[in-house]
């Protein structure tokens, strides 16, 4: 990503995102002093137990304490279901002022559809366990685009257990021109737990076209299979591949891409939930959207890379 791109970012957090999250910054204090009220409030009922041995006292008192508690989880859920929606749309509106970004639309639920993620044979799984949030919708270029949280699990053949598939960010786009060939390039640390997938894609009469890649550094942190006729030269250009490798190297995420005829399928992996707030310690934190603000920033810039290109 260029400087001046973050750059400009961090000027637009320190004038529109930090004052919002300041102003939630004040509403989860208020929300940790309560938490502390009920705590004390409960262990004061609970010695005056110890010391009268009245039950009925202590029932009588437990009731409106009871309320409050039930009260606070509300306040609490309320919080944590309204910070991202509003730091996020704040961050989308910095992204879609950018060159070449239409508008781009938010919504908390829904997502990409089981059947898409499936056709970008990136992952081979009958994804028993499918859930997708924070659907985030736009053009790039022409290029019409939807990306969201996802998890996909799947029942472990070993173990009583299911285990992770794929956890992160899922992006498909559209590509406006009819084309015809598919590319899948997975990440070479992860050969060994992708076995299923490329045997699946040699099934289908695809192959390993590394020697096709003349970027060094990509060829060797990525696998790269098409299937035979594809033109795979110039599918990324070398800028854009070096700025993959660069930010793999730099957040330690992986990266997943397919180009299966006019669609394209991009997933990085995310450990951790996005922009999910704390409650026991400040959100104010420029790293906090950062990390969201690079992820977007790149699955976008692989689109619009090849939508310039092609």
Known sequence: MEMSTLAQFRIFYNHTIYPELRRLERLRKRLLGLLFIAAFLLIGI??????????????????????????????????????????????????????????LSYTAIGGIEKENFLRSEIFVTPAPIYQTEDSIEGKVGQMPFTLCEMIVREDSPVRNRTNYVFKGIFLHAVFTEETEGRIVIWPREYRQYLSRSIRHFNQQGGRNVDYEVMNDKFRETFMTYALEDTHVVGTLSEPMQDAIVNYRQETGKEIYLSFIDEEIFIAITEPKNILEPFIFKSNVSFELVRSFFEDISLLLSIVEDFDQTH
């Open 46 to 103: 609970l010695i005056f137990e110890i010391y009268l041995h009245i039950w009925v006292v202590t029932l009588f008192l437990s009731i409106p304490i009871t309320f409050f508690l039930f009260f606070l989880g509300y306040r609490i859920r309320t919080f944590v279901q309204t910070f991202k929606p509003q730091v996020m749309r704040l961050v989308l509106d910095f992204i879609d002022d950018q060159p070449n970004i239409g508008e």
